[in-house]
Structures are given as C-alpha cells and as structure tokens.
C-alpha cells in the first residue's frame, strides 16, 4: 500500500532537493528537475516520482536517507 507524503509540509530546502535532485533516463542527465511530483512511502520504502521539467518522462526515484553518526 502506497502512503502519500504531503511535500507542502516538509521544510523548503527538503522539498527542493526531491524536486531538483533527480535523475531522467531519456535525457540521461542529472538535476533536471521534476514537476506534478508526489512522494510516497510503500513497502517501507520512500520514493518521489513525477515528470522531467524537460521532456516530460515519468521519473522515479528512490529516497535514501543516510544515517548521520
């Protein structure tokens, strides 16, 4: 089951890396940014999916979250 994050409700820096930090596999590029963006927890699992600002391919990307000591 797919548990919806409300991005509007997360910090400002945070809610620009997930929607800046992304990877296109049609561009093949890096850091092109994505729109109509929905973040969601399933099976344990963060992700962040949405269309590339450039061309429009759907993105998907996991979130990992490193664990500072």
């Known amino acids: ?3 919806i994050i409300d991005l509007s409700k997360l ?3 945070e809610r620009d ?4 930090d992304s990877w ?3 561009c093949k ?3 092109l940014g ?3 963006a929905e973040l969601y927890v399933q099976n ?8 590339c600002k450039i061309c429009g391919t759907e993105c998907i990307s996991e979130i ?3 664990q500072v000591e």
Do not use: F, H, T
Request: hydrophobic share 30%; charged share 35%.
């Open 1 to 3: 089951m797919r548990e």
């Open 11 to 13: 910090p400002e820096i």
């Open 17 to 20: 890396i997930y929607l800046n």
């Open 24 to 26: 296109c596999d049609k």
């Open 29 to 31: 590029e890096a850091d």
């Open 34 to 36: 994505i729109v109509n």
């Open 44 to 51: 344990g699992r963060k992700y962040i999916s949405g269309s």
């Open 64 to 66: 990992i979250e490193k």
